[in-house]
């Protein structure tokens, strides 16, 4: 399991954080300033100012968010989530492909995700498209949910035909860095949970769950 989609966030939130974005206007600016050399070439969108309030304000929620998901939890194993941003996109704007730098002045990227924040029906194209291997993966979600695939994948953004696209982009730093070595462990906490909730706690399950934190120990870093 290569990537992962879950709901995040609440209308609610939802709401709240799309009503300071909007009204946040001087603070938007060219995305162009956090892309390496060679992604800088094909990106065209904006990006809410790092060191701004609002976007430091909602980073440490959407932080928060993430760290308090169980699944994602599981999924990711998340050594550290950083480099969050808020972009926005309007009619023309899009990201070419690209690759996420492997090493950023805020962490290693083994994980990408980005958080929909408006619904599907505001804007037409912005799809995210992930390549794996021969195969093109688009997403495009409605409001609160969260995609996270691996930062070595190649991806892109396409342009926006029609309306405003704003998202929640960030990396996250896995105590496992390989994508079948995490997607083992996924699977073995995932069976052997469900397991528990169906049956209770037992024997052979302690086994189960004592492998897994073992393996979780060989291949973490």
């Known amino acids: 399991m290569n990537y992962l989609t879950c709901p995040l966030l609440n209308s609610k ?4 954080i799309m009503k300071d974005l909007i009204i946040s206007n001087d603070n938007w600016e060219d995305g162009k300033k956090t892309a390496g050399k060679h992604a800088a070439a094909v990106k065209n969108n904006l990006q809410l100012n790092r060191k701004s ?3 430091q304000k909602y980073s440490a929620f959407i932080l ?3 760290l308090s998901n169980p699944l994602i939890k599981s999924f990711s194993l998340a050594k550290k989530i950083h ?3 808020f972009t926005r996109s309007s009619k023309g704007m899009k990201y070419g492909r690209h690759i996420d730098n492997p090493f950023m002045s805020s962490g290693r990227a ?3 995700f980005t958080v929909f924040l408006n619904k599907t029906s505001d804007y037409q194209g912005g799809e995210l498209v992930v390549d794996d291997l021969n ?3 688009k997403f495009k979600f409605n409001e609160g949910e969260i995609v996270i695939y691996p930062s070595t994948y190649l991806h892109s953004v396409k342009e926006v035909e029609n309306g405003e696209r704003i998202v929640c982009v960030g ?3 896995s105590y496992v860095k ?3 070595e995490r997607e083992y462990l996924f699977d073995l906490d995932a069976g052997a949970k469900s397991l528990l909730a169906k049956h209770g706690r037992s024997d052979e399950l302690d086994l189960i769950f004592k492998s897994y934190s073992n393996l979780l120990r060989i291949l973490g870093n």
Do not use: V
């Open 178 to 180: 390989g994508i079948e």
């Open 110 to 112: 083994d994980l990408s």
């Open 83 to 85: 480099g969050i941003m």
């Open 53 to 55: 309030d609002i976007s």
């Open 13 to 16: 939130e939802i709401q709240t």
């Open 64 to 66: 928060k968010k993430i």
């Open 171 to 173: 990396w996250i730093e």
């Open 135 to 137: 195969t093109e993966n």
